[in-house]
């Protein structure tokens, strides 16, 4: 059984890694990273590179993918849009923690990419599915410079930092799974999440459901 990944940036690879061996072990990942994909959709919109992911996923379900996870907020409704002729589930890393999210009242949406909001927005009312879901977001200034930089400490407790200044909230969403980590170093009592663990969860499912 294989499941691929699509990934915008290589750093997730070592988190979806130890995500599969502790909760998963004997599921083959199949790691593609398009970094250039991110790049260009935070420029022109993420259907400025529709034609290209379905061509990644293409290329992947070729390989004998039983179902593909992509891991990127921004390309998430993109991805699954292209999937939807391809014979084999293709999931958003972001949609259970979405649905998790959708039961509270008050969610506070925090991402360090500007892209990844209103895409994150739309999928939890989504899953609301017409139910009040008080909105709001928070876009953590400078964070993502340290994160392309390599500064993956810094890019973390920037991210904390915002988290532990949110008031109002019933829950925090980290939008973006590059942000997980920033789960464990916040202080503050509000729930916070992240979508790397229920997004696998969900995909090793799908996977193994076609196997």
């Known amino acids: ?45 993420p259907e400025a590179v529709a034609d290209a992911v379905e061509a990644a996923l293409e290329d992947v379900v070729a390989e004998g993918a ?12 993109v991805a699954e849009k292209a999937g939807r002729a391809l014979g ?11 649905a998790a999210a959708a039961e509270a009242g008050r969610v506070v949406v925090v991402a360090t990419v500007e892209s990844t909001l209103e895409p994150t927005l739309t999928l939890i009312r989504e899953e609301a599915a017409g139910r009040p879901v008080d909105l709001r977001t928070v ?8 994160f392309e930089a390599g500064d993956l400490d810094g890019y973390l407790d920037a991210v904390a930092a915002s988290v532990d200044a949110v008031v109002a909230a019933d829950v925090i969403v980290l939008a973006q799974a590059s942000m997980a980590g920033a789960a ?6 509000v729930p916070v999440l992240s979508s790397p663990r229920p997004g696998l969860n969900a995909a090793a499912v799908a996977a193994a459901a076609l196997s």
Do not use: K, N, Y
Not at 24 to 32: F, M, T
Not at 66 to 77: I, K, M, R, Y
């Open 1 to 45: 059984m294989m499941l691929a990944l699509l990934h915008t940036s290589p750093a997730h690879v070592p988190v979806f890694d130890a995500l599969r061996d502790s909760d998963h072990p004997g599921l083959v990942l199949r790691h593609v990273v398009a970094e250039e994909l991110l790049g260009r959709a935070r420029i022109e919109g």
């Open 66 to 77: 039983a179902a593909v996870l992509c891991t990127c907020s921004t390309l998430g409704e």
């Open 88 to 98: 084999v589930p293709v999931l958003r890393v972001d949609r259970p923690m979405a």
């Open 139 to 146: 876009l953590v200034d400078g964070a993502w410079e340290r």
């Open 184 to 189: 464990d170093r916040a202080a503050t009592t």
